[in-house]
């Protein structure tokens, strides 16, 4: 598979996603996305001690970021 194609496929049926794969959906690194969870900015949660982003929480992210922004 290319690996372009890798980038935009996207399977909609996730629920959760990994840390690395949050990251990319953001367009930031892995330690920025870190950063975002630690800081309460980005939900994500432990399962069996792994750590997991619900799939909507980028999506949620972004859309109080531009609220933010908007009123500032």
């Keep these: 598979m290319d690996a372009a194609l890798s980038e935009v496929t996207v399977d909609s049926t996730l629920v959760l996603l990994t840390v690395e794969e949050a990251a990319r959906r953001l367009r ?5 996305c ?9 939900e994500s949660l432990l399962v069996g001690g792994l750590r997991r982003v619900p799939a909507d929480a980028p999506a949620a992210y972004v859309a109080r970021l531009r609220t933010e922004q908007r009123t500032a």
Excluded: A, D, N
């Excluded at 930031?28 to 920025?32: L, P």
């Excluded at 870190?34 to 980005?42: A, D, E, H, N, P």
């Design 28 to 32: 930031v690194g892995r330690t920025t």
């Design 34 to 42: 870190f950063s975002l969870i630690r800081t309460g900015k980005l």
